[in-house]
């Protein structure tokens, strides 16, 4: 039950959440659409530009397709290998499983260069071959290899809370191990299957920068609008890309934002059951064991690939030992590093403060247009990031927050854009979803009469928030910020045009030095990135859950249905 | 088909979920096991079905050794705790699973889907989604659908414990009707003695892994053979006393008197159930410490000496009503008491 009538705070607070989610999500997106369709005289858009978007949205299309399918079905056998099949070497599995997850999708471009590019190790060297690896196939492989992993949490924070019992029942009534995988596990797990799918399409819509680095001549959508605002300074054209990459992302985010939920049969009863396989047979467990292996051992050459490139003097010329890539690193280049730090922990603070906040408000209280607040908050999941970064490039040139182009004409303007605090607040912005999932996920276990027993034992409702709601609500803000830490580390997509040379990012730096084909030196960077993400969530970590077992088994529950949501 | 269990133990580590555990079900027969969570009770019922495998021990249907044989193969089927239906699939669907994976024709699985579902008296809702079902809609789906594949031994565990009182009451004795019309033997899991009493025609007690005794219900209700099974059964007063064995004949003390008894143990426990206890103008002299008064009878707890005894008194109009401080006579026939 949601409360009736609400206090004045809980009104303002509101209020506040209500207009920032419009200024900050609603209005940038709403003004690329604009901005594409507007002309001089009125609305419209050339044929020649929706002819090339339409050519571009193909690539894309085929890319994301083609990828989707490939790393759903990796991170489906992926799941169920490792989470269900008992063998040795399960954990150092599941940590390379787990690991393209803290990258930026791009940087196993690192590895691909180096062992199929012009000068690669395998290309060039074994093969002596002179052939261009750039191309569709290349980002295909490089964004499987990423998404994967992404596929892999997904399913497996589902497959956790499989009911097994429902498998045991159809083997009591008689069915073989293969029966019951087709006609029960498989049928029980498509809802979350087909969400992971989504998410997957999404991601792979919006990584920009793998066509950009091995693409060579072929772009796609997000790639393009890069291409057009940084090279040709396009913005007409980049608009009218934009528009057409947001169409099939909208239509998939819908369909999973209001298709999906009705048709989920998991239970919280079955959080704690042994999903392990007791009856699986040898063979095939090790067909599915040798699948994870194979694909593992790519993932785990990229990796050692990555660490080669990082210590040697330049690839395919001159293959010394070197530190000279840390060394300028440490000299340097440190300061995008820690900016990096800088605006994931703030951002990430932000982002899942807000989002908590706005779960408990939407949740528990009656409000006004909620719905609307509800879907404004999670537009930035469906919205690519370089996409919704052009939306702030054209609402934020205009002054106070992009409002004032129709008030102040003539006084000097109050702009945001070119201000250091805009990619603080972007990725604020993106991340209010995730703390509004996690905080949804949450309040389902909560009993909505706590609040009411505090009210009701004379508290006020600053009190209760702080006493009651807000310690029960804190494992969902922490998994949300984990969550959110993680992506701030390697977000780029929106905050690219934005940046300054003076906030420049980590994940930007290695982009352009990956461009400018310096593969040493971006491997370095790539690695030094990985690890200090790693140590940072493990000190995270630590500092949230030290010496509190029981809690850190609740949060990897909550952490697993953020993805999922 | 009657069903034997020989020296099955499980150990979890070093915990004994199962130690030792011999039982036989006669063919048609209900036995019920009964225990509290955690005596091991549904871990002995998923070892008879296959799906958890025993350290030890053997398990024989109408004397096949079923021992090694898979989950899939034992015709043991089993209606679970939480129904675990299908919720992808139609009432109907889950039903005819079974026979489906037995490769049936259609045309026979249509039948015998319908006749289920009229035994269980479901019939009509073959296309509903178990999703629209009631807490008893699901129960008799879950039963219709361990029914239909005519299992030699039926396995029940905890199937009511999800549901009201009163449709537990209802059903208690719907699966009872059903189980003696289709003469299947079954083993039936509970933690309610009275819903043991209500469906089984034999009860096993169990504790901490163990049998503590098997009888038909008579036996294990009035003639309990350890302190365990006699607790369990719900009777409130067990009295535990030391044999006096200064004369030829051996006496324990009673309520005031000695009474004489045959055996060859120094401490017995007595039974004196409280329905068996009456009121009178002359007895045993006690003092009334409280009442409590449930439904059709009213529970006196009485003071007599140094002991506590629940008297049972049958809540009808025409009795006297005693007070809490009142002093009463009671007394009871020798013949009642249990001592073991």
Redesign the interface.
Known sequence: MKDEKNSLLVKIIYSIIFVLLIYFIIVPVFSVVLYGVKTETGFGVSLNTIARSFSLLKNSLYISITVTLISTVVGLILSITLNRVRFLGRSTFKVLALLPFVNPPFVGSISFIMLFGRRGLITNKFLSLDVSPYGAHGIIIIQILGLSSLAYILISSSIKKF?T??E?????????EG?IFR??TL??MTPEISNTALLVFLASMADFTTPLIIGGSFQTLASDLYIQITGVYDMKSASVSGIVLLIPCLIVFIIHKYYRGK?I?FSD?NLSRNIEY??ISSKTSYLLITISGIFLFIVFIKYFFIIIGAFTEQWGYNYNLTFKHFESLFTRQYKPFINSIKLAVVSALAGSFLGILSAYLLKTKKLFMSKFADFAATLPAAVPGILFGIGYLVTFKYPILGIGRWVFIEKRPLLLLGTGIIIYIITTARFINTGLRSGYALLEHINPDLEKASHNLGSSEIYTFRKITWPLMKDAFFASYLRNFSSGMITLGAIIFLLLPSNKVAVQQIFQIITSSSVGEAASMALFLSIITLILLGIFYLLIYFGKNDKASNIKEIFGSIFSN | MNIKIKNITKKYEDFYALKNINLSVEDGEILALLGSSGCGKTTLL?II?????QDEGSIYLDDTDITNL????R????V?Q?Y?????MTVGENVA??LK??KIKTKEIKNRVRETLELVRLNGLENRKIQELSGGQKQRTALA??LV?EPDVLLFDEPLSNLDEKLRLSMRQEIKRIQKKTNITSIYVTHDQKEALAIADKIAVMNKGEVCQVGNISEVYYKPDNYFTADFMGHPNIIKRKVDQSNANKKVRLLKENIDIDTEKEIVYILLRPEDIEIADNGIEGNVLNKEMIGSIIRYKVEIDDIIIYVDKLNKFENKEYNIGESIKLKYNKKSIHIF
Request: no cysteine.
């Open positions: 009911d019992t429902l045991d029942s159809a083997r009591n009534l008689g069915a073989n029966k006609s029960i049928p029980l048709k049969y009863e007791t009856t | 998923r079905a296959g799906l958890i495998k898979s989950a899939q193969k015709s043991t089927t089993m679970f939480n675990a239906l299908f919720p992808h699973y079974g994976v037995r659908r361990a594949v």
